[in-house]
């Protein structure tokens, strides 16, 4: 334990040490971190030639998330989804971050895998390629032949990254303690439950079993579907550190000249791509969150496959609705409407001002109505609801940037593939099935069904808790409490100041005692000293601690502002 904390505290040094390197002494001086930082350092960095200012103050916070490693890498990455919490300007140089990272020894793979199975690698695969299909900051792949014939890949973890990641959460819950009053004045209004979710997110990504329940669920919803596939995990095979996939070959989507050697049509490709992908969101709620060229592949007779389940989001019925209310709003071009199904999707939306919300969007549908169908870009709107997010504080559900970022990449595939391609045209039909199904007789039902038992709840409870009320009044032990919030701040210098005008008119009262005390006549036994009575000592003695007390306190005053 020891041991840990002072590993933190050099780590910690560290951070505040590259903070100032790159230009935000604010953020060291202003929070508990200014005490790793000698006042020479500090002092240091103010007189040296400051290069660093020639870049922007968002390109120096992407340095720093890449010199300070894996961890903070992904954890900027995971961010460049959330436009709720970030300007945009700051997510467009957390999207520039790449984890390139080099594979690890095999050796060290072979003995992972020998270590998680209990036998030798021979007892399991007739074949292992030792060199790498690809690594990142959590495993690398490898591909293998099964004993029983089959192809399949292997993805194994790095050796230590657990504890490596641990380690970095934890340092990242201590750095957030020391500067969560410094980012929540930025603008950052909860970094501490970002941080959660991060580790939340981390756990499920170094849980290997975790992608092989989401791609076990995938397989059984397209399992009728003969355009999509899904590769087969082999679970028994599978553990949290090795995950054991079924090898599909094909090219990538964007391998244009491929699918045209195959006989394929690349805008047939697009299309079906692109409702695969709709009907993931819209009709079962839960979709592949990384759509990117690498991980949609294309058979030679058409089927889409998608590999690497590590990232997937999901939707509530609820919240599908909402999401698809607000296209179908823009669509008809009604600003109240979507202002109303906004304010659904999100956790919390506590909008000041709704006519300015709904002016915003009024101005956003203006903007996108004017133009032709072919000038329409899923990356503007995606920008545009985006900055509307982030400028009203609406706490929206992750999974809803994931989307936005995906129909952007999946756009710009079938740009690639598509030589009239249009996302909106895709999304139209799905918003008028969505309407549909929100207003069909057997989702009707259910929702009365749902809010029928919450009100025979409410109704079955509330006898007892109006009698535990009452019971309360009657014996006196109700009380009330009120907080004021906001007000402590100010509290506190009230009280500070009230502190040091009681110890100022001490001060000069002990003064006033001493002048005074010096013209009385006292008793022979009064012992003087130095011709000054004893009392008088005494009080300018307590007079001086007073005002002792007094600079200590302006001192560390002055310290703080610093």
Same mark, same amino acid.
């Given at each position: 334990?020891?041991k ?5 505290l050099?780590?910690?040094r ?5 903070l100032?390197?790159y230009?935000?002494e604010?953020?060291?001086?202003s ?7 000698s006042?020479?350092r500090?002092l =240091?960095?103010q007189?040296? +030639? $400051?290069q660093?200012?020639?870049?922007t #103050?968002w390109?120096?916070?992407?340095l720093?998330?890449?010199e300070?490693?894996?961890t903070?890498i ?5 961010m460049?989804n959330r436009a ?13 971050l790449q ?12 003995q992972?895998?020998?270590e998680?199975l209990?036998?030798?690698?021979s007892?399991?695969?007739?074949e292992? +390629? ?5 690594? *990142?900051?959590i495993?690398?792949v490898h591909?293998?032949r ?8 292997v993805?194994v973890?790095r &050796?230590?990254v657990?504890?490596?990641v641990?380690?970095?959460l934890a340092?990242l819950?201590e750095?957030v303690?020391?500067t *969560? ?9 909860n970094?501490q439950?970002?941080? +959660?979710?991060?580790? $939340? ?5 170094l ?5 092989a ?6 397989? =059984?919803?397209y399992?009728?579907?003969? @355009?999509f596939?899904?590769p087969?995990p ?7 550190r090795?995950?054991?996939?079924e090898?599909v070959?094909?090219c990538k989507i964007?391998d244009?000249v491929q699918?045209?050697?195959?006989g394929?049509?690349?805008?047939t490709?697009?299309e079906n ?16 969150a990384? &759509?990117?060229?690498?991980? /949609?592949?294309v ?9 690497d389940?590590?990232m997937?989001?999901r939707?509530?019925k609820? !919240?599908?609705?909402?999401?698809a ?13 979507? *202002?109303?199904?906004? #304010?659904?999707l999100?956790? @919390?939306?506590?909008?000041p001002d709704? #006519? ?6 009024? !101005?956003?549908?203006?903007d996108?109505?004017m133009?032709d ?5 899923m ?5 545009a609801?985006?900055n509307i997010?982030?400028?009203?504080k609406?706490? %929206?559900?992750?999974a809803?940037f994931?989307?936005l970022?995906?129909?952007v990449?999946?756009e710009?595939?079938g740009? /690639?593939l598509h ?13 008028a099935?969505?309407i549909?199904e929100?207003?069909s ?14 009100l025979l ?7 007892? +808790?109006? #009698?535990?009320? %009452?019971r ?8 009330v $409490?009120?907080?004021?919030?906001g007000?402590?701040?100010l509290m506190r =210098? ?5 502190s040091? @005008?009681?110890l ?7 003064l ?19 011709g000054v &009575?004893e009392?008088t ?8 601690f007073?005002l002792? %007390?007094?600079l200590?306190l302006?001192?560390? $005053?002055?310290?703080k502002l610093k």
């Amino acid at each position: 334990m020891f041991k840990n904390t002072i590993s933190n505290l050099s780590r910690i040094r560290q951070v505040a040490e590259v903070l100032l390197r790159y230009g935000f002494e604010d953020v060291v001086t202003s929070t508990p971190l200014r005490r790793l930082v000698s006042q020479s350092r500090r002092l =240091k960095w103010q007189h040296e +030639d $400051r290069q660093v200012f020639e870049t922007t #103050r968002w390109e120096r916070v992407r340095l720093i998330i890449e010199e300070l490693g894996p961890t903070f890498i992904k954890l900027a990455q995971a961010m460049s989804n959330r436009a709720d919490l970030l300007p945009e300007a700051l997510i467009d140089e957390f999207e520039k971050l790449q984890s390139n990272v080099p594979p690890f020894d095999v050796v060290l793979a072979r003995q992972i895998i020998e270590e998680e199975l209990g036998r030798p690698i021979s007892e399991v695969f007739s074949e292992f +390629d030792d060199v790498t299909l690809g690594s *990142a900051s959590i495993g690398q792949v490898h591909r293998a032949r099964l004993l029983t014939g089959e192809e399949v890949v292997v993805k194994v973890q790095r &050796p230590g990254v657990r504890e490596k990641v641990r380690s970095d959460l934890a340092l990242l819950h201590e750095l957030v303690r020391l500067t *969560a009053g410094f980012l929540q004045k930025h603008g950052l209004a909860n970094p501490q439950d970002i941080v +959660d979710a991060f580790e $939340r997110s981390m756990s499920k990504e170094l849980d290997y079993t975790a992608e092989a329940r989401s791609m076990e669920q995938f397989r =059984k919803l397209y399992e009728d579907y003969t @355009t999509f596939y899904v590769p087969k995990p082999f679970r028994e095979l599978s553990t949290s550190r090795i995950l054991v996939i079924e090898f599909v070959s094909g090219c990538k989507i964007t391998d244009k000249v491929q699918l045209q050697e195959w006989g394929l049509s690349p805008a047939t490709v697009a299309e079906n791509g692109m409702d695969i992908y709709l009907t993931q969101i819209f009709e079962f709620g839960i979709f592949h969150a990384d &759509p990117h060229p690498g991980n /949609v592949l294309v058979r030679p007779d058409g089927t889409v496959v998608l590999i690497d389940f590590g990232m997937v989001g999901r939707l509530t019925k609820q !919240q599908k609705y909402a999401f698809a209310g607000v296209f179908i709003g823009m669509a008809r071009q009604d600003a109240r409407s979507m *202002a109303l199904n906004f #304010r659904r999707l999100a956790v @919390t939306a506590e909008i000041p001002d709704m #006519r300015a919300f709904e002016a915003d969007l009024s !101005q956003l549908i203006e903007d996108f109505a004017m133009l032709d169908v072919k000038e329409m870009s899923m990356s503007d709107l995606a920008d545009a609801l985006q900055n509307i997010i982030y400028n009203y504080k609406l706490q %929206v559900p992750g999974a809803v940037f994931l989307i936005l970022r995906a129909l952007v990449i999946l756009e710009g595939i079938g740009k /690639v593939l598509h030589p009239n391609f249009n996302t909106f045209e895709f999304v139209a039909p799905y918003g008028a099935k969505i309407i549909r199904e929100q207003y069909s007789r057997e989702n009707l039902l259910t929702e009365a069904e749902y809010t029928g038992t919450q009100l025979l709840a409410l109704i079955q409870t509330l006898p007892a +808790d109006i #009698r535990q009320i %009452v019971r309360k009044i009657s014996k006196g032990e109700l009380r009330v $409490r009120f907080e004021l919030v906001g007000y402590q701040s100010l509290m506190r =210098k009230a009280d500070q100041l009230v502190s040091r @005008t009681i110890l100022a008119l001490l001060s000069v009262g002990g003064l006033l005692f001493s002048g005074l005390s010096l013209m009385g006549h006292y008793s022979p036994d009064m012992p003087y000293r130095r011709g000054v &009575p004893e009392i008088t000592w005494w009080s300018l003695g307590a007079t001086g601690f007073m005002l002792l %007390v007094l600079l200590l306190l302006g001192t560390g $005053r002055k310290e703080k502002l610093k």
